[in-house]
């Protein structure tokens, strides 16, 4: 199994960044699947999850309202559209999988991510 982010920059305050991920070596729609984030010294976090389906959908609290995920299952792609981005959303952003019950379900503890990819960094500047 591989995953890979992109799409990481430097952008200024307010900016926006599309993230992508492009999975391999797996039935993707068997897959839950999230991005998480980790700052500098600090513990790596959910950002945004997604189920299998693509119907469900949950979001952090610090991101609701700016960040929107989505996954093509045609295309083994997960995105994370980033807006009205922030000097505290600066973090490695990682994609990550999670073999799922199906339909809706959607995993919510890092624990229960079985892949992860290596990381795209994301700086905001203010």
């Known amino acids: 199994v591989r995953l890979l982010e992109s799409g990481g920059s430097l952008v200024q305050e307010g900016g926006s960044l599309r993230l992508s991920c492009t999975a391999s070596g797996l039935t993707f729609d068997d897959f839950a699947m999230a991005w998480f984030r980790q700052a500098p010294g600090k513990e790596r976090v959910g950002v945004s999850y997604i189920s299998s389906n693509g119907r469900a959908t949950e979001y952090a609290d610090a991101v609701k309202g700016r960040f929107t995920v989505s996954r093509d299952n045609a295309k083994n792609m997960l995105y994370l559209q980033m807006n009205s981005l922030k000097p505290g959303d600066t973090a490695i952003y990682y994609c990550?999988?999670?073999?799922?019950?199906?339909?809706?379900?959607?995993?919510?503890?890092?624990?229960?991510?079985?892949?992860w990819g290596q990381g795209t960094q994301v700086t905001v500047s203010s």
């Open positions: 990550a999988a999670a073999r799922s019950a199906g339909g809706h379900y959607i995993p919510l503890r890092l624990a229960e991510y079985n892949y």
